[in-house]
């Protein structure tokens, strides 16, 4: 079973940067769509962004775009989250998750099976 584990978390001043990465167990080449989700307490998970299995394809959640950025190493197995200009409303724990498809991706955290464990980001002022 496909397992993914975050890293890259930590708490960094407002307008910082930080880059998450997101390693699988295994092959997600060609066959997993990779996608980020964050949670801030009280509040309901909501996806961030996303990155077709071989990469053509991403998303972005209109409070990121133009400030984060997503990409994926295949040969390695890993997704990255760079995240600039960061905003203490940026401030939540963030979850890296897969799912089995090809071609495209989706920001809609029902559709993803497998799910890291999180990472938290905290974006002081």
């Known amino acids: 079973q496909l397992q993914v584990v975050e890293s890259g978390g930590g708490l960094v001043q407002a307008g910082g940067s930080l880059r998450l990465s997101c390693a699988a167990s295994?092959?997600?080449?060609?066959?997993?769509?990779i996608g980020w989700f964050r949670q801030a307490p009280g509040k309901e998970r909501e996806g961030v962004s996303c990155?077709?299995?071989?990469?053509?394809?991403?998303k972005y959640a209109d409070s990121v775009k133009g400030r984060f950025t997503i990409s994926r190493d295949n040969a390695k197995n890993k997704v990255y989250l760079q995240m600039n200009s960061l905003k203490p409303e940026d401030t939540a724990v963030y979850y890296c998750a897969a799912v089995r498809l090809i071609g495209l991706c989706v920001l809609a955290a029902d559709e993803y099976a497998y799910w890291g464990q999180g990472t938290q980001v905290t974006v002081s002022t």
């Open positions: 990155i077709s299995s071989i990469g053509g394809s991403t």
């Open positions: 295994s092959m997600i080449r060609n066959y997993y769509a």
